[in-house]
Each structure stands twice: as structure tokens, then as C-alpha cells.
Nanobody, 127 residues
Framework: QVQLTESGGGLVQAGGSLRLSCAASGRSFSSDDMGWFRQAPGKEREFVAG????????KSVDSVKGRFTISRDNAKNTVYLQINRLNPENTAVYYCAVSPKKLYRSRWYTSGAYNYWGQGTQVTVSS
């Protein structure tokens, strides 16, 4: 059974950092593009960052560039999201996801392009 398990979330003060992990099991995802999304209270789920299977192509939204870094370790079947200089607006549940097809252009940002999702990990930033 395919499963994605996020970890690393928690309560942190503004300005702090967290490293989120997403461990995949059930099969290898080394050939799949993967992404991180987040959903804040009362808001829709939104794309945060994505990484191609090889790790050579990285996408992220402008609001996190320079602070969020996505990476992956295919040997461990794990994708990471390093989050620095957190602020209260970053409070959300963060989800990792896998796409069954190679992503391009706007497909990266579309939740419907991903077919496997984790349960999410809560990130709460206090001011």
C-alpha cells in the first residue's frame, strides 16, 4: 500500500526554522515529481514547492523563495522542505504529494495533478 508520511511540524516562534520530511512507502518514488502544499485555516490548499524526480527542476511560489528549500533523497524515498525565517502567515497544515505524470508549467501548482497525498503535518508560528 502506497503511503506518504509527513513529519517535522510543530510550534515555533517567528523567525525560527523547521525541516519537514515526507517519507514514502509501498513503492519507490524516485521516478516521480513531488510537491509540498499547505492549507491555512479557512483557506484553500495551495502549492508551496515542487521537485522533479531527478531533483534538477525545482518550483516554488514567490512568497517562499529564499526561505523555503525543497530537496529529496531518492535512496531514502524521502522529500524534505526546509523552512527558514518563519512568520505567523506560514501557519498551516503542510502536505506532500506525488504526481503520476511528469509535471510542467502550471501543472506543478495544481493539486489535481497529484494522486498520492500524505496526512499532513501542522506548522504553527507564534508571533
Amino acid at each position: 500500500q502506497v503511503q506518504l508520511t509527513e513529519s517535522g511540524g510543530g510550534l515555533v516562534q517567528a523567525g525560527g526554522s523547521l525541516r519537514l520530511s515526507c517519507a514514502a512507502s509501498g513503492r519507490s518514488f524516485s521516478s516521480d515529481d513531488m510537491g509540498w502544499f499547505r492549507q491555512a485555516p479557512g483557506k484553500e490548499r495551495e502549492f508551496v514547492a515542487g521537485i522533479s524526480a531527478s531533483g534538477m527542476c525545482i518550483k516554488s511560489v514567490d512568497s517562499v523563495k529564499g526561505r523555503f528549500t525543497i530537496s529529496r533523497d531518492n535512496a531514502k524515498n524521502t522529500v524534505y522542505l526546509q523552512i527558514n525565517r518563519l512568520n505567523p502567515e506560514n501557519t498551516a497544515v503542510y502536505y506532500c504529494a506525488v504526481s503520476p505524470k511528469k509535471l510542467y508549467r502550471s501543472r506543478w501548482y495544481t493539486s489535481g495533478a497529484y494522486n498520492y497525498w500524505g496526512q499532513g503535518t501542522q506548522v504553527t508560528v507564534s508571533s
